[in-house]
Nanobody, 125 residues
Framework: QVQLVESGGGLVQVGGSLRLSCAAS????????MGWFRQAPGKDREFVAS???????SYADSVKGRFTISRDNAKNMLYLQMNSLKPEDTAVYYC???????????????????WGQGTQVTVSS
């Protein structure tokens, strides 16, 4: 059974940093894309960042230059380093993984098959 478990969320002040982690179990994703998405209250879930099997990364415009996605295939882990946090970054952050090999569009929610339960990030001003 595949599981994705996020950790590292919390309350942080504007301008602060957090590092989210996602532990995958049940299978390895070294040949698959993985990503981070977020959902704020009353809004749709949206793409934040992704990384494919070649370690190529994509970012939403709203987080470019502030967030960094990375992965450790040996540990089956995914990370999201978030710096210079803003109140609009407040959301539940979800880790996701795709079953598709060679995924081209890694920004689309529909391309991801496995999801974690989410971790809350709150940025206070």
């Amino acid at each position: 059974q595949v599981q994705l478990v996020e950790s590292g969320g919390g309350l942080v002040q504007v301008g602060g940093s957090l590092r989210l982690s996602c532990a995958a179990s049940g299978r390895t994703f070294s040949s698959n894309a993985m990503g981070w998405f977020r959902q704020a209250p009353g809004k749709d879930r949206e793409f934040v960042a992704s990384i494919n099997w070649k370690y190529s990364t994509s970012y939403a415009d709203s987080v470019k230059g502030r967030f960094t996605i990375s992965r450790d295939n040996a540990k089956n882990m995914l990370y999201l380093q978030m710096n210079s946090l803003k109140p609009e970054d407040t959301a539940v952050y979800y880790c996701a993984a795709s079953r598709r090999v060679g995924l081209v569009d890694t920004t689309a929610l529909s391309q991801y098959d496995y999801w974690g339960q989410g971790t809350q990030v709150t940025v206070s001003s």
